[in-house]
């Protein structure tokens, strides 16, 4: 399997973080680097992980919050995404997220995760 370059990783990296960035507000982003970027929802003092994504040499990791129970997290996130991720950490590594169906998928996963966030009141939109 081939490695992205850094151009590559920059670029995926930067497709996932604008994705991450639709959801604040009204989630809060936690880090913001070069190389990292995470968001979180806050209500009073509960937060809750929205997303993460973190660029190494080679690869980007994506990341999406434990805490949702599994039959929820099955309606939110596509088939293709979860079956790609470490699902003991609900993570995925990315080697190409300039890819259209990919990229609609982790869009559709931020926008619906966004919408249960509210739903279940860890933010308000």
């Known amino acids: 399997m081939s490695h992205m370059n850094k151009p590559q990783v920059d670029l995926s990296f930067e497709i996932c973080q604008q994705y991450l960035k639709s959801a604040v ?3 809060t982003a936690t880090a ?3 190389t990292h970027y995470e968001c979180m929802a806050i209500n009073g003092e509960a937060k809750h992980l929205f997303g993460y994504v973190v660029a190494h040499q080679h690869v980007v990791t994506l990341g999406f919050n434990e805490e949702i129970p599994e039959n929820d997290f099955k309606e939110l996130v596509s088939d ?3 079956n790609m991720m470490n699902h003991n950490h609900r993570r995925l590594e990315i080697r190409n997220a300039e890819i259209v169906d ?3 998928d982790i869009q559709d996963a ?3 995760l966004l919408y249960y ?4 009141g860890w933010t308000k939109i």
């Open 110 to 112: 931020c926008n619906k």
């Open 25 to 27: 507000p009204p989630c």
């Open 102 to 104: 990919l990229r609609q």
């Open 32 to 34: 913001d680097t070069p």
């Open 80 to 82: 293709r995404l979860r």
């Open 117 to 120: 966030y509210n739903q279940i």
